[in-house]
């Protein structure tokens, strides 16, 4: 697990936690992480809480690896983190992943930053967790289209999803085949078709406000 926080690690320095990790997993690599530290000049006498929120991810992250667990969870894995540890630590990831056969199960509120990483999606609706799909499927269940109106139209058909409004054009999910059928009767001047993202497929299947 590589927490979202390094609070709970709050009175260990860097050697003592990689020392405590290599307690528990009997396929740890110590040698890799130490390299790690001292690619990174990172003095193993610091504690944890010394580093930056982005230092402290990346060694997370690479001290999660170390242990050669073939399954990692990541909670939250970039919040906090500004734009270039963000794009650093995406980088090491797929890295990583390149170089190892680990699965990952991300736990993640920013979406846009997992789309070009994950493979499959699982959502948690009411506390249930609902079955796993590959991404490409959860993406192809719906279309999202960019539509030209000569005055817009109440769109009034519970599976289209108005994303955003400007002037005649309108941004929108369609959820269905009924949904299609219906948005063709609105007589729209043009329509484009959008690439439907990971957090399209989260606001057409949980949410906001559906028109209907």
């Not at 499959?120 to 609902?130: D, F, N």
Request: with cysteine; glycine share 4%; charged share 25%.
């Amino acid at each position: 697990l590589v927490p979202d926080s390094v609070s709970v690690y709050r009175q260990m320095t860097l050697g003592e936690l990689i020392n405590f990790y290599n307690a528990f997993y009997p396929n740890f690599e110590k040698t890799y992480i130490e390299n790690y530290c001292r690619s990174s000049n990172l003095d193993r006498g610091r504690r944890v809480t010394s580093l930056s929120k982005g230092q402290a991810q990346l060694f997370l992250l690479q001290l999660a690896f170390a242990t050669n667990a073939p399954v990692l969870l990541l909670d939250e894995p970039t919040d906090g983190l500004d734009r270039i540890n963000k794009r650093d630590y995406l980088k090491q990831l797929v890295s990583l992943l390149a170089e190892r056969q680990t699965a990952v199960l991300i736990a993640s509120h920013q979406l846009e930053e997992l789309d070009s990483l994950a493979d499959r999606v699982m959502t948690i609706e009411k506390h249930l967790v609902r079955e796993p799909k590959a991404l490409d499927d959860a993406k192809a269940s719906m279309q999202k289209w960019q539509v030209v109106y000569e005055d817009v139209p109440e769109l009034s058909h519970a599976d289209l999803h108005v994303l955003s409004q400007t002037g005649r054009v309108v941004t929108l999910l369609v959820l269905s085949d009924a949904g299609a059928q219906y948005l063709e009767t609105t007589n729209p001047l043009l329509k484009d078709a959008l690439p439907v993202q990971m957090e399209d497929y989260f606001l057409g299947t949980f949410g906001g406000k559906r028109h209907g």
